[in-house]
Nanobody, 129 residues
Framework: QVQLVESGGGLVQPGGSLRLSCAAS????????MGWFRQAPGKEREFVAR????????????YYVDSVKGRFTISRDNAKNTVYLQMNSLKPEDTAVYYC??????????????????WGQGTQVTVSS
């Protein structure tokens, strides 16, 4: 049984930073791509970033939605079965519940909700002064 547990959310001022973590269990972590999505109140869940499974040559290894490029960085530590999202220069529009997800059977490019079979419970990120 796959379990994903996010942590690291909180309240931060505009321009600040947060690092989200997602600890995975249940499958061989290195064999699966991981993604981060977010959902703001009244909006659909949207793609934020994804990182390839280890050992793949699919280019690029990481991919981001345009609105976070240059500010967010996704990374993974296979020894710890954990994926991270480093968020810098945070803006009020980044406020949302952030979810990590693990590659599913329909995975292709990793930018759609339908491409992931397993999801964490979410962690709240609030950017406000």
């Amino acid at each position: 049984q796959v379990q994903l547990v996010e942590s690291g959310g909180g309240l931060v001022q505009p321009g600040g930073s947060l690092r989200l973590s997602c600890a995975a269990s249940g499958r061989t972590f290195r064999n699966y791509a991981m993604g981060w999505f977010r959902q703001a109140p009244g909006k659909e869940r949207e793609f934020v970033a994804r990182i390839n499974r280890s050992g793949t040559t699919t280019y690029p290894a990481t991919y981001y939605v345009d609105s976070v490029k240059g500010r967010f960085t996704i990374s993974r530590d296979n020894a710890k079965n954990t994926v991270y999202l480093q968020m810098n220069s945070l803006k009020p529009e980044d406020t949302a519940v952030y979810y990590c997800a693990q590659e599913g059977s329909l995975y292709v490019r990793g930018v759609a909700v339908s491409e992931y079979d397993y999801w964490g419970q979410g962690t709240q990120v609030t950017v406000s002064s």
